[in-house]
């Protein structure tokens, strides 16, 4: 089946530094990815919408120059959280489309120190 | 039983039971809905999904049940296993994007 390959799967990082999270679809050609955050014991919330070739869209309430999503080719999407500060400090998922589901990334725990 | 925690509902069943977890989506105009299995430390792991001109579909061991009626969702696991313990989200398919549902912390014991 499809493999989405999420890396680095843990990463801590000085308060005001900024980290790049890497999505990979392995075995097929995903011109869509997306981005999700989650917070310890909630759900799943979508953070933006990563297109091939083009600008991400990004859902309301999340800042796009913050969180920096570039998708410059069919099998990866990366997301860099810039000035990150704690409350940045999440569990980050990354999904390719793969039709007529959807294929999810193991996550990248962030801890912003 | 079922109780509702600071975020994440809960259920306990014993071991060799059926689980019933259930999901209410928010939008009508939805098409595709998926059960994922979330364990602890990692990404949803898919269970089975169910496309909105059906209202039943069965995989091994799980059901999921669609009621489009009053936009609810549920899945059912037979003989419930130590090894189906964890976090299960409903998600609903809006103009290509997944929306997660609450989710809900599926405890099994002994």
């Known amino acids: 089946g499809a493999v989405v390959s999420q890396h680095p799967s843990r990463v801590i990082c000085k308060s005001g530094t900024s980290v790049k999270i890497e999505c990979r679809s392995l075995?097929?050609?995903?011109?869509?990815m997306f981005w999700y955050r989650q917070f310890p014991k909630q759900s799943l919330m979508l953070m933006a919408t990563?297109?091939?070739?083009?600008?991400?869209?990004?859902e309301q309430g999340v800042e796009k120059d913050k969180f920096l999503i570039n998708h410059a080719s069919l099998t990866l999407s990366t997301l860099t959280v810039t000035s990150a500060h704690p409350e940045d400090s999440s569990f980050y998922i990354c999904?390719?489309?793969?039709?007529?589901?959807?294929?999810f990334g193991s996550g990248t725990r962030l801890t912003v120190v | 039983g079922e109780s509702v925690g600071l975020h994440l509902p809960t259920l306990s069943v014993q071991e060799g039971d059926n689980s019933i977890i259930n999901c209410a989506y928010s939008?009508?105009?939805?098409?595709?809905f998926i059960w994922y299995k979330q364990e602890s430390g990692k990404g949803p792991q898919f269970i089975i999904d169910?496309?909105?001109?059906?209202d039943k579909r069965q995989g091994q061991r799980v059901t999921v049940l669609l009621n489009k009626t009053v936009k609810h969702l549920s899945l059912q696991i037979a003989a419930t296993q130590p090894g189906d313990s964890a976090v299960y989200f409903c998600?609903?398919?809006?103009?290509?994007?997944?929306?997660f549902g609450t989710g809900t912390r599926l405890q099994v014991f002994p």
């Open positions: 999904s390719a489309r793969d039709h007529p589901g959807y294929t």
């Open positions: 075995d097929f050609q995903a011109t869509t």
């Open positions: 990563s297109n091939e070739g083009s600008k991400a869209t990004y």
């Open positions: 939008n009508s105009a939805s098409d595709y």
């Open positions: 169910i496309r909105s001109n059906m």
């Open positions: 998600a609903e398919r809006l103009t290509d994007k997944l929306i």
